[in-house]
């Protein structure tokens, strides 16, 4: 069985996460998206301080499904340099992994 991720995409606009999360639920990239905001984020960037409001999806997938899964988003993510981070899930409910497994590409 393959590992599983949490895997954190953040981006400009609510609907740009709402497009995003139904690729990813279509294509079974991913078996659950979380969209959470606004949060606010202060970062670097080109040099300078910059703070924004922005969307954070947070996404459930198998490992294995990784790659595709960041292809996807970046294919369709309007950022130049978007935040696609995975983390790995140690532990979790054996009936929600069966269930994250099922409803992936290929469960």
Not at 18 to 44: D, F, K, N
Not at 99 to 106: D, K
Request: proline residues 4%; aromatic residues 10%; negative net charge.
């Amino acid at each position: 069985m393959s590992g599983y991720l949490q895997v954190f995409v953040t981006v400009e606009k609510r609907e740009e996460a709402e497009r995003i999360a139904g690729r990813l639920l279509g294509e079974r990239l991913a078996a659950c998206v979380q969209i959470i905001g606004p949060v606010r984020s202060t970062y670097w960037w080109r040099g300078n301080i910059e703070s924004s409001e922005e969307w954070l999806c947070l996404l459930k997938t198998r490992e294995d499904l990784y790659d595709d899964l960041e292809e996807t988003v970046r294919n369709i993510h309007s950022y130049e340099v978007p935040e696609i981070l995975a983390l790995p899930i140690v532990r979790g409910n054996p009936d929600y992994l069966k269930w994250l497994t099922e409803e992936t590409r290929g469960g």
